[in-house]
């Protein structure tokens, strides 16, 4: 009976209905909530999953089989989307790494960090050399001393002060040069001065 009552809703949904629609969202949003939760850790964002999968439902519903679970296509796209705001939430927590380790300004970060802001501080770092980009992500993302850096990559401390004080100001450029959020201006200037406060 159970089966037939969700196969009768999706029919429904595929026709328009919207109490169809309500039937399933208040039949399966508590479950979708509890697993995007259980994995984002954060309510706020696993209502704005639980939200975003009834929006695609609604949006999809003239391409439902009635002969598909419906429950199962909703926890596949609940879980595919649950994912995608996992890799956001990494992605900006090592670009917020890098701007903070770079500025050393424990305020330059107010608000959430833009697509835009993402996209342009992960080019920024790929942009570098293999090496340089090692010696950054050592001495200031993973906070290595200059002697560890240097040991870890058989090369002189000097020679990783002078790779890191060169991907910071590459980083600087490229930042500047491809990104037009007026929110960068903080960093603009954050990294202008960080080769005096670095003493590079």
């Known amino acids: 009976m159970k089966n037939r009552k969700t196969h009768e809703l999706a029919l429904s949904l595929r026709n328009d ?61 609940s879980q595919h989307k649950t994912i995608d705001q996992l ?53 200031k993302v993973q906070r290595r001393t200059y002697e560890k850096a240097a040991e870890e990559l058989h090369i002189s401390k000097y020679t990783v002060k002078e790779y890191l004080s060169e991907a910071i100001v590459s980083i600087k450029k490229y930042i500047g040069q491809h990104s037009t959020h007026a929110g960068f201006l903080v960093y603009f200037f954050a990294l202008s001065q960080i080769l005096r406060v670095l003493n590079l």
Do not use: M
């Open 17 to 77: 209905d919207i109490s169809a629609f309500n039937s399933l969202y208040w039949k399966y949003h508590g479950a979708i909530y509890a697993n995007a939760l259980k994995l984002i850790k954060d309510p706020a964002i696993a209502e704005d999953i639980v939200q975003d999968v009834f929006v695609s439902l609604w949006e999809k519903r003239h391409a439902i089989d009635p002969r598909q679970d419906i429950a199962g296509w909703l926890f596949v796209v």
């Open 87 to 139: 890799k956001r939430k990494l992605r900006q927590s090592l670009a917020e790494k890098i701007l903070q380790s770079i500025s050393e300004e424990p305020d330059v970060l107010k608000d959430d960090i833009t697509e835009e802001q993402l996209g342009a501080i992960e080019k920024a770092v790929d942009q570098l050399s293999p090496q340089k980009r090692r010696v950054f992500e050592l001495c």
